[in-house]
């Protein structure tokens, strides 16, 4: 049913942007990240002047989240904030701050996150009158937390908003929250009986509800348990079955899915893929570098190229090169 605003029909280029917002948030969660990009480009391009401003801050801020790298984003919110429709926007200096707050805690910049985070809290008295953004919020807030190795608490953030979706009967955007359970678990005490248990709910919500947005890290995270549990057949036919649709991805999900393949090569003692696998990953890893400030300044970056090159080394040093 259309918003009350267009019950006369007269304003049909706010309708159709309303539509398109829509369109590009549903690609978006099956996966489809061209048409989900066309779709928030064309009210974006064609419709700015015939939408609220609300709903104009919100196709920015899912469009530079879904399609956009950090110093992309940075140009276009840049450029939208010159607009004097939007210039004193509370809901896109939200957006901004928000992203922002994302960016610092990708890289493990923490004290510059925590400024971030007061500045939002201050613009955004009580977030609990906008659900989703204090979703949104909330789980930053557990990434931070996790950050600061309070694995307990970044815990029972997840489990209260896993919660309280479920009392809403939102289960279906419950996914990441439980992907991020799973990683808490894993770092805290390696429990991976109830990893594994976390991950397959995941998939099972992913694969219920059709949404293949989150399903490459689902892959990933079950492969990687695979590979702990010395599952190698199973880890690397998982990867090689849905390796097209993490390439669509082009982030550092490439790279974890070739250090895994390669990973799955070493065990089974076939070094010559397993050099080309780890060659693949260090190509993504030194890209994504070059095009993305903020994977550049993170840890993820760091680490994983210091993998790749540690065991190129050795593997060199196994077949005598």
Request: positive net charge; proline residues 2%; contains cysteine.
């Amino acid at each position: 049913t259309p918003p009350p605003r267009h019950n006369n029909t007269n304003n049909l280029s706010a309708y159709f942007a309303d539509i398109h917002v829509l369109k590009g948030n549903a690609w978006n969660l099956y996966g489809n990240a061209t048409l989900s990009s066309l779709s928030y480009q064309i009210v974006l391009l064609n419709h700015r002047a015939n939408v609220t401003d609300n709903l104009l801050s919100t196709t920015v801020s899912n469009y530079l989240r879904s399609h956009c790298l950090h110093s992309e984003s940075v140009q276009l919110l840049h450029a939208m904030s010159d607009s004097p429709q939007l210039a004193r926007n509370l809901t896109l200096n939200q957006t901004s701050l928000i992203l922002l707050l994302e960016q610092t805690v990708r890289r493990g910049d923490l004290v510059q996150a925590n400024i971030y985070q007061t500045r939002l809290a201050e613009l955004i008295p009580s977030s609990k009158h906008n659900f989703f953004l204090y979703l949104r919020m909330m789980f930053l807030h557990c990434k931070i937390r996790f950050e600061h190795a309070q694995f307990m608490e970044a815990s029972r953030i997840l489990n209260n908003l896993i919660s309280i979706c479920d009392q809403r009967s939102l289960q279906c955007i419950t996914v990441p929250y439980y992907l991020y359970l799973s990683k808490i678990h894993l770092q805290c005490h390696g429990d991976t009986s109830q990893v594994m248990s976390y991950v397959l709910k995941a998939w099972s919500l992913c694969k219920s509800y059709h949404f293949y947005h989150w399903l490459p890290e689902c892959v990933l995270v079950l492969a990687e348990l695979h590979l702990q549990l010395d599952n190698t057949r199973k880890a690397f036919h998982l990867i090689q079955q849905h390796l097209p649709m993490i390439l669509r991805k082009e982030n550092h999900f490439v790279c974890e899915a070739y250090v895994i393949l390669a990973k799955c090569c070493t065990q089974r003692q076939q070094y010559m893929s397993a050099i080309q696998y780890f060659h693949c990953a260090r190509i993504w890893c030194v890209k994504l570098i070059h095009m993305d400030s903020a994977f550049e300044q993170s840890c993820k970056a760091k680490e994983m190229m210091q993998e790749i090159y540690y065991f190129l080394a050795r593997l060199y040093e196994n077949i005598g090169d």
